[in-house]
C-alpha cells in the first residue's frame, strides 16, 4: 500500500476530493518541507540583498506597528470581555434599537407639511442606516459619475476643455465646510428655496433635506467625482479598435455602448463605486456638521467617534465591536475591488491610453442632453466651493440669497490672528510633511520591491500597503488608542496619544495616504526598463548605488505627483486628527480645530469657511502642479 | 583577459528547463556567439554569466574562480543591452562615466578614459549631449563605450543589433567586431540572427529547447551541420525523406519514397551508417542548378509550383515527387516559368545526409514533411 507520505499515496487518500481541492492541499504539503524554506531562504538572499531587505523590514515594521496590531486590538477588545473570548458585546449591538433595527425601521422618508416637502430618509439603527447611505451615496455618484464620463470621454463639444477642468472642482475635499455650505445653500430659507420658490415659483414647494438624506446629499456631490474620474480613465483606456470592431459589425449608440464600451470599461466604474462606498460609510466630517438631527447620531461612524472619549483615552466596550462591524463592510468592498487595487493589476491597467481615443461630434439633440446634464451637475456640485466662498467672506447667511454684509475680510482678521489657529495650520503641515518623507521614503521601498522582485509573498505586501485606502480612519484611531495606551511597553512611550499626539498623527496620516503615493510610484518603475538598473548594477554599482542613482531619478516624477496626492490628503485627513487631537488641543491639526471652531466660536460656519477656503486653495495649487507640469494620471488623484 | 567555462549549468522558470546541464568552454579573447531561436535558453546563458540569474546547477568559471554566486556587481563584466539602456536622466559623458565613478577612479582621468573611448566608437564630441539627441545607432554606440571604458574581463552583448535597421546593423557588426580585436576581450555574444552570428563570430554554439545543438566555427556550422535542427536552422535546408541504400565511408546514397536515388555526403565521422537507415537529406536552396555540372550530381526532375523573382535570384518552390516542395534559389537568368517541367541538379557535396535515429528534431522534420505543419 501506498504510503500517506508518497505523492501517490497522499493522491490516493483524498481521491475523494475535487481535483481544485487535492491541488491545493498536495501543494499546501510543500509548506511541511524543510527543503521549501531552504530554497525560498536562498531566493530571498539572491533577490534582495542587504538594501532591500533593509526597506522591507522598515515597511514592514511600520505596517505591522503602526496599522496590523492596532487593528488586531481592535479585534481582539470586540470578542473579548474580562480577558476572556465573548459574543456579548455583539449580542448588546443586536439587541440594541439604536444600531439594529430590532423594532424594525421608523421615519418617513419622504413628507409634504403643507408648502413644505421634507426629505429625510428613515432611521433603522447605525448598522443599517450607515449602509444604506453608503449604498445611496454610491449609486447616484455613479449615474451622475458614469454619464459625465461618458460624455466627457467620447463626445468633443464646445467648450470641453473649461468643463473638464470645472468637473474636477468637486474633488477638492473640504471636510465640514462642504456640508455647511451646502446645509446653507439647500436650508429653509437657504439660497436655492429663496431662487426657485419664493422668487421664480418654479418650485411648487420648499424642499428641505433633513437627517440621513442630507448626508447622502452631501457626499453625492463630492464623490460623483471620484466615480466620473475612474471611469473617465478607464473609458480612455479602451482600446478604440475594440470598438470600431463592434461598428463594423454593425452595433451603433446606445447598443454598442451597453454592449461593448460598458463591459469593458466596468472594473473602472466598479472600483470608482465601491470606493465611494467604503469612504461614504467612514466620512465622518459630514455626519459632524448634521450631528443636531438624532438619526444622523446613529451610524456607525459617529457611533464609534462619540464613544472614545479622547481626553483621558477612555472607550466604551461596545465601541470596538462596532468598529469591527465597519471594519467588515469596509473591507467586504475592499475585496470586492481587490484585484483591481492591487499595485500588480494597477500597471496593466496604466498601459493603456496611449491611442488616440474616439471621439464624436454631438448631434443637435446629443448636445442638448450634454449641455443640459452638465449643466445641471456642475451647477449643484458648484454651489458647494460657493457657499464656502460666501461663508468665508461674510458673518451671516441664513435667509438672504446673497449673505448679509458680503463681502467682507473680517474673518480673515479673526481667524489669522488666533495663534490657535495658527498652530494648527502649522502642525499640519508639519505632520503633513514628515509623514509624506515617510510615506516617500518606505513607498519607494516598497513598489520597488512588489515591482521589481519575484518572491512568494509579494502579494502579502502588496496587500499591506494598499488596504489602507479601504481603512475606515475612525477603526485606526480608535485601535491606536486601545494598543498604545493599554500595552505597557508603550504607555510610558511618546507613542502613547495620552502623552503626546504628534508621532501617532504622522504615522496615522503615512499609513493612511500611503496607497496614493506607492501606487504612483510603482506604476512609474513598471512604465520604466528594467535593464536601465541591470546596466548599472552590470557596472559595478551596489544595490542601494542602483536604487539611489538610477530607479529614484527615473521614477522622481511618479513619486512626486503620488506624494503631493498623499500631502493634500493628509491636510484634510479627519477621523485620525479629531480623534488624536482631541486628547491635546495645541498639538491638535487643523481638520480639529476646523471642528473645534464649529463647536466653540459664535461665527464657527464663517471662520471655519476660511480655513477650507485654505485647504483648498492648497489643493487647488498642489493638482495643478501635479496635471499640468507632472502630466500625470488622472488615477493618481482618486488612488485609482 | 579570461577564458569563460560553464560546467553542467541549468537554470529553470518553474517547470521549464530554460538552460538545461550546459557545458560550454569559451577561449580567450574569443567572440563567441549563442543563436538560436527565441526561448531556446541564449539569453538565460549570457545572464548567469552576468550574474542576473544565479542557475539552479551547475557553475560559472571566469578562469579558474568559480563566479557562480558572485553578485552581477562585482563580476567586471560589460554588458551591451539590446535597448541600450542609457539612462535617459544622464548626459552620454555621464553615462559612459559611470562605472569609472564607482571604481572611484580620480576625476581628471576619468575625464580622459570616457574622452578617448567615445573617439573609439566615433562619438568624439557628443559627451555633452543627452541621450534623447542621439540616434539608434549613437545610443549603441554609447551603450558600447560604457561597457568598455571600465576595461571589464569580460563583454555580453543581448541581441544588441536587433533594434537598428538593417544597413546600421551591418555596419555595427563590424565596428564591434574591430573594437573586440582590438582590445582583446573575451565577448558572449547573443542573437538570434544567423547572418550576424556567421559574420561576426569567431566560434557559434547553435541553441535549440536550453540544448546546445553545436559549438563550431561559422565556416563549420554553415557547412558542415551536425544534425538536423542546425541544417535547419542555418540557411533553410530542404529535407528529403528516404532510406540509406548504400554507405560506403563519407558518401552515402539515399532512396526516397517515391524512388529518387541521392547521393551525398555526412557530417558526422563519429556515426556509423548502415542500409535500411532511416535519414533525412539536407540541401540549401543556392546549391539547387537549372544547368548541368561537369560531374558527381544528382538529378531530379520537378515541376515548378511557384516563383518569385526577388532581384538576385528566382526563389522556387518545385514539386521533385515528394509530399512537399523543395525550396530553390536558382539563378536568375535561367528562363523558368511556373508549370515547366525542368530537371534540377546538385553536386554531392551538396547533399548532407543526417541521421533520423537519434535526433530529437526528427519528428519535427518528419511531420514538417507530411505537411502537418507549416514550411516556411
Redesign the interface.
Known sequence: MASILSKEGFKLRFSGFSNRTRDWILSGRKFFHFEYYKELLHQFRSQMGVFSSIQLAAVILVFIFFMVLPLLAVIGSAFTANGVFSLIWFRIIFTDPRFWPVNGCTGVPIQIVGDYLYIRGVDCGAIINSIYVGLSTTLISTLIGVTLAFFMARYDFHGKSILRILILVPILSTPFVSAIAIQKIFGEFGMLNLLFYDILRILPFRVIFEGLAAVILVQSLHFFSLVYLSTYAAFLAIDPSLEEQGENMGAKGFGLFRKITLPLALPGIEAGAILTFILSVEDLGTLIVFESDPVVRRTITYQVYSLIFAPTGAINPIAPALSVILLLIAMIGFLLIRRYMSLRHYAMMSKGGTWNPRLNKPKWWQYIAIYGFIGVVLFFALLTPLGILFLAFSTEWGTTVIPVNFPTVINFFQVFTDPLVLQSIFNSLFYSTVAIILIVVLATGAAYIVARKNLPGIGGLDLLVTIPIALPGIVIAMGYFLFFVRIPLFASSILNPLITAMPLLILAFTIRKFPFTVRSTFAGLQQTNVEYEEAAENLGASRARVFAGIVIPLVAVSVLSGAMMSFVYCMSEVSVSLVLGGVNPSQAPLTWKMADILYQVAAGSHHAAVLGLLLMIIQIIIITIVNVVLKSRTESMVGL | MVTIDLKELTKRFGEVVACDHIDLHINDGELFTLLGPSGCGKTTILRCV?G?Y?PEEGQVFFGETDMTRV?????????V???Y?I???MKVFDNVA??LK??KIPKDEIRKKVLDILELVRLGGMENRTPFQLSGGQQQRV?LA??LV?EPRVL?FDEPLSNLDAKLRVEMRHEIKRIQKEFGITTIYVTHDQEEALSISDRIAVMELGHIRQVDSPKDIYEEPQNLFVADFIGSCTFLHGTITSANGKKITIETSWGQQLHGRTTRNDLTFSKGEEAFAAIRPEDFRVREPKADFNKLSSTIESLVFTGRYYQVYADVGGTHPVKAELAADSEIKVKDKRDLFISYRDVIILKAEGDPFADRIRSLLEGKAEAD
Do not use: C, D, E, V
Open positions: 552576468a542576473f544565479t553578485p552581477p556587481n562585482n563580476r567586471n563584466t560589460g554588458m543591452f539590446q535597448n539602456a539612462w535617459p536622466h559611470f562605472g564607482i571604481r551603450a560604457r561597457a571600465i555580453l
